[in-house]
């Protein structure tokens, strides 16, 4: 069964998900499956069907994009949709961006690192020309 998976997960990965879905079903009605037993295998094959569009891992891991997993929509839900779904919120474009940038930051633990790099930014594009000659700042003798 393991390599059953493996073959169908590697087709998918070739983007040919409409030639599992294809075989699948066939399997199913070869072996005369029960239609509660045949249920689930039926929504996987339409899932791949009616997503075939969306499901060209060739294209994508060939051009370098990443693929998305449950853990990845997982945290695109805890980062995105929990902060900007919150009741009665209205979001900006520029707003909501800038939120999720902070979000994002304080959750993999850069905030700090980030904010330091900020304010030297600040300081570096407000303030470093009016300290470069600190000589201005001694009392004269």
């Not at 791949?48 to 695109?76: Q, W």
Request: charged share 30%; proline share 2%; hydrophobic share 35%.
């Amino acid at each position: 069964m393991e390599q059953w998976v493996s073959e169908r997960f590697e087709l998918i990965l070739k983007g040919r998900s409409s030639v599992v879905a294809s075989g699948m079903r066939r399997s199913a009605t070869f072996r005369k499956l029960e239609k509660s037993t045949r249920e689930p295998i039926d929504n996987c094959a339409r899932y791949l069907l009616n997503h075939s569009a969306y499901l060209k891992y060739d294209e994508y891991l060939r051009l370098g994009y990443p693929i998305a997993t449950g853990v990845i929509e997982g945290a695109c839900r805890y980062l995105v949709k929990d902060r900007m779904g919150i009741t009665g919120a209205r979001w900006g474009l520029k707003g909501a961006e800038a939120i999720l940038k902070l979000r994002s930051l304080k959750i993999s633990g850069d905030y700090n690192t980030y904010w330091k790099f900020y304010e030297d930014n600040q300081y570096y594009r407000n303030y470093s020309k009016l300290y470069e000659n600190l000589s201005i700042l001694k009392p004269s003798s």
